[in-house]
């Protein structure tokens, strides 16, 4: 497996698996369903392995993707799923030459075929859904593979597979997963089945309201670190697209209109930082009347406080009752000033408010490192 | 200028800046000398301009580049060095539709010729030099742009421009700085000169005792982040050059042979990731016998400490007495499980323990973001 393609973003493997389930060429779609120890990926871990044995995406660090690619030749030359499980718990292995890579990790095999076609509108649009698939079956009409695309208020896509009892029985569990974006299996209580339930979230959005050079590292490092990115200017700056062509959008406007012609909603992370003192006090404004967890404002303190001293008393008002959600000066204090290493804090800074985590060292983090989803599931690596 | 050369991290600067004084094609380096008030950039910030107008490396975040390229191209023709004052600071500008970056910023501009050589060999070198320039003089023997390369120990290149009696009266402060790789301008007592004094210390060294996938991404970032990055495998893996292109040295030795092989300083930052468990508890022994002030192993916490119970007592007693260099699970409390995410936490951590940071918000940090080295200096941006 090539090495990029091995780190590709969530955003490249969905878009391959679209791809590849309108494509002639066969593959197979691997993902994480079930961890236990300390696993390097968590469910919902995806790779396509085309037929030949590239591989775009991660499912471990490595120590499986041998075993892996070959299991994926042959799902994809008989066109049957299957679950596989390493059990890497071995004391022998761990302490011996072995990979090294202690856990027990369940596989889901798929082939990517033009069955696919619904999971992979799914993950196109930017709707949340939740692609549950049978993953264990002691029945005579469910086989391993059998899947159904639910949405978060229990309707179901076309080409559902699974009998309508089982999709109801993980219906609310199907409507919190695709909202926040995580993954587990669910045995169903008195249907002999297991599924999983893959929660396919909106990506998160990295909104930049600026367009100087210091834009450029910043949706780069964003689009790698899994938002998707949109360029906002001010001044009808020509060429943006050019200028920022890793960006998902890019766009000017009145800053007036800003919140007419753009959406920012509870998984939108902004970031000011046209340089101009007007626009950015407007913007600011702007952008707390929305539900943006997270504004970032470029600058010292300073002059964050001679933008609220420029404010009437009612803009005043609204801006300090969601201080909370305003970071500046923008980003973790890393002490970098090269334009790499600020948007390094601002990406950083983003993904920690959006995890919910209070950016320290992961040593002195009390408890595990991955918010926990399955039991045994405490691990990063190795 | 072309954005990603503008965001170029500094070796590229440097290694610009040594092609260009070794060739044909005419160029100007603009460096940052001091500022006042919020600027993007701190002293020593460089940017290359070529003939014509490209551009490698920062010194705004765009607000002046327009002007620096259009004087750098007076500097090349002319072929003296000059020093221009840029005051952003009038209230109109803020308040306006200005550029908008307030600050006062002093940028020294020089021709890059043949009489940069001795400069871009201390720059390729890894010992830490400064280069002092004259930036103001007032004297008919010194004029702007005279310069000479010191080491730490006082000593001067070849080809120095400056007086004995200057470089003598800067001498601490060079070795300091040069240590430090920070940049300031002096006023020389009783001299009638002001020397701008850039300290050019060695970059920190990134070492990844590992060679998965996974270690691609961390090259990658660390590299962007300004680190030199090694990359060192304990299981003779064959074509690492190939596999880590991006890697500044990937080299194999036995881990017994680690410290003879390579070194391992003050300013080496060290990840633990072969995923192997007796591959990493040698290695993190072995590490802590040298003066690293970084070690980052990744994995649970849970799998350190079996790691410490495998120790013998001495061993043991070695690596307890290290546990504050010790960063176990390795990187920041970001909550991304993504292999570009995972890179982005180590990388940040590195960075914050390099630059002594507490790694958290910015908006919490007291005091200025950047670490004072000239009045005024307080703001990142705008």
């Not at 075993?67 to 042959?74: P, Y």
Request: net charge negative; aromatic share 4%.
């Amino acid at each position: 497996m090539e090495s990029s393609a091995w780190s590709a973003p969530v955003h490249e493997v969905h878009s391959t698996i679209a791809a590849m389930a309108d494509s002639d060429r066969r593959a197979a779609l691997a993902t994480v369903v079930a961890v236990e120890g300390s696993a390097y990926r968590r469910p919902g871990a995806k790779a396509v392995i085309k037929e030949g044995g590239d591989g775009t995406g991660t499912i471990t660090t490595g120590c499986l993707e041998d075993e892996v690619v070959e299991l994926a030749s042959k799902v994809i030359e008989s066109g049957k799923p299957t679950v596989v499980t390493y059990d890497l718990m071995d004391d022998d292995d761990v302490w011996g030459l072995g990979v090294g890579c202690n856990g027990i990790t369940d596989i889901l095999l798929e082939p990517l075929d033009a069955s696919f076609e619904p999971v992979a509108s799914a993950y196109a649009d930017d709707d949340p859904v939740a692609v549950v698939t049978a993953v264990e079956s002691a029945r005579d009409d469910i086989v391993v593979g059998n899947r159904t695309v639910v949405r978060p208020d229990g309707s179901t896509d076309e080409g559902g597979q699974l009998p309508i009892s089982i999709v109801d029985a993980v219906a609310d569990a199907a409507a919190d997963l695709a909202t926040n974006g995580k993954s587990r299996s669910i045995a169903v209580p008195g249907e002999l089945v297991t599924v999983f339930v893959d929660g396919v979230a909106p990506l998160p959005v990295l909104a930049i309201l600026g367009t100087g050079h210091d834009v450029v590292p910043l949706v780069e490092c964003g689009k790698r670190n899994g938002f998707r990115v949109q360029v906002i200017g001010f001044r009808g700056g020509t060429d943006l697209a050019t200028r920022f062509p890793k960006a998902d959008g890019t766009g000017t406007t009145r800053v007036a209109d800003l919140r007419t012609d753009y959406t920012f909603d509870e998984r939108t992370y902004a970031v000011v930082m046209s340089h101009n003192f007007v626009d950015d006090r407007f913007a600011v404004a702007e952008l707390l009347k929305t539900d943006v967890p997270y504004l970032g404002l470029m600058g010292p303190r300073e002059r964050f406080e001679e933008i609220l001293e420029s404010y009437d008393e009612e803009q005043r008002r609204t801006v300090e009752a969601s201080l909370g959600r305003v970071y500046t000066p923008v980003g973790l204090d890393l002490g970098g000033g090269s334009p790499h290493q600020i948007a390094t804090s601002v990406v950083a800074e983003a993904l920690a408010v959006h995890n919910d985590r209070t950016p320290g060292h992961l040593k002195a983090r009390e408890g595990p490192i991955h918010d926990r989803v399955e039991l045994g599931s405490t691990g990063r690596g190795p």
